[in-house]
T-cell receptor, first 116, second 119 residues
Framework: TQLLEQSPQFLSIQEGENLTVYCNSSSVFSSLQWYRQEPGEGPVLLVTVVTGGEVKKLKRLTFQFGDARKDSSLHITAAQPGDTGLYLCAGVWLQNSGGSNYKLTFGKGTLLTVNP | NAGVMQNPRHLVRRRGQEARLRCSPMKGHSHVYWYRQLPEEGLKFMVYLQKENIIDESGMPKERFSAEFPKEGPSILRIQQVVRGDSAAYFC?????????????????FGEGSWLTVV
């Protein structure tokens, strides 16, 4: 069973601060995704990373996929109250050799609160 | 383009009743996934369906839970004889292809969820 560990579980910071959250696994994933979920809503995809060592930027968010494709990090620069939410990482691995069956394994998430 | 539509958004059932959750995928999507989110837990995969076929139901509880995606109409997640432990948010997602997650340009899209409360 593939498991994703996210840390920290909770994070409360002041507006303008930087932060990093982590996603770790003992398994190698085909790809990894980061989502943001707000209360009462479904998860919204932020980014997909596929290649080991890959770095992607989305405005103030920087995502990195580990070289071995077992871990990932999300760094937010100059956090704003609008960044508040639950950040979820989710990994994908190939289910069948036929390559037609994929499912996401989610971590429990990091609940981020950015105070004004 | 309408997103993934789920209804009802909120559902209250007494123990022993049945719960039916519906999911209309995005237009053009023929692959549907159901996930469950328990309080303080991550989303857990339940089932993956294509039109008229169950592809992977490895995450479905053995009893009381069933899912379908008929040729016409929405996908249905059915929970019979609900118990309090079934209280959770149930999310549906859809994708246009079977291998949606291998490249950045492909993805699955989640609905806003159906919150089931069993009293």
């Amino acid at each position: 069973t593939q498991l994703l560990e996210q840390s920290p579980q909770f994070l409360s910071i002041q507006e303008g601060e930087n932060l990093t959250v982590y996603c770790n696994s003992s398994s190698v994933f085909s790809s990894l995704q980061w989502y943001r979920q707000e209360p009462g809503e479904g998860p919204v995809l932020l980014v997909t990373v596929v290649t080991g060592g890959e770095v992607k930027k989305l405005k103030r968010l920087t995502f990195q996929f580990g070289d071995a494709r077992k871990d990932s990090s999300l760094h937010i620069t100059a956090a704003q109250p609008g960044d508040t939410g639950l950040y979820l990482c989710a990994g994908v691995w190939l289910q069948n050799s036929g390559g037609s069956n994929y499912k996401l394994t989610f971590g429990k998430g990091t609940l981020l609160t950015v105070n004004p | 383009n309408a997103g993934v539509m789920q209804n009802p958004r909120h559902l209250v059932r007494r123990r022993g009743q049945e719960a039916r959750l519906r999911c209309s995928p995005m237009k053009g999507h023929s692959h549907v996934y159901w996930y469950r989110q328990l309080p303080e837990e991550g989303l857990k995969f339940m089932v993956y369906l294509q039109k008229e076929n169950i592809i992977d139901e490895s995450g479905m509880p053995k009893e009381r839970f069933s899912a379908e995606f008929p040729k016409e109409g929405p996908s249905i997640l059915r929970i019979q004889q609900v118990v309090r432990g079934d209280s959770a948010a149930y999310f549906c997602a859809s994708s246009p292809r079977a291998d949606p997650l291998l490249s950045p340009g492909n993805t699955i899209y989640f609905g806003e969820g159906s919150w089931l409360t069993v009293v």
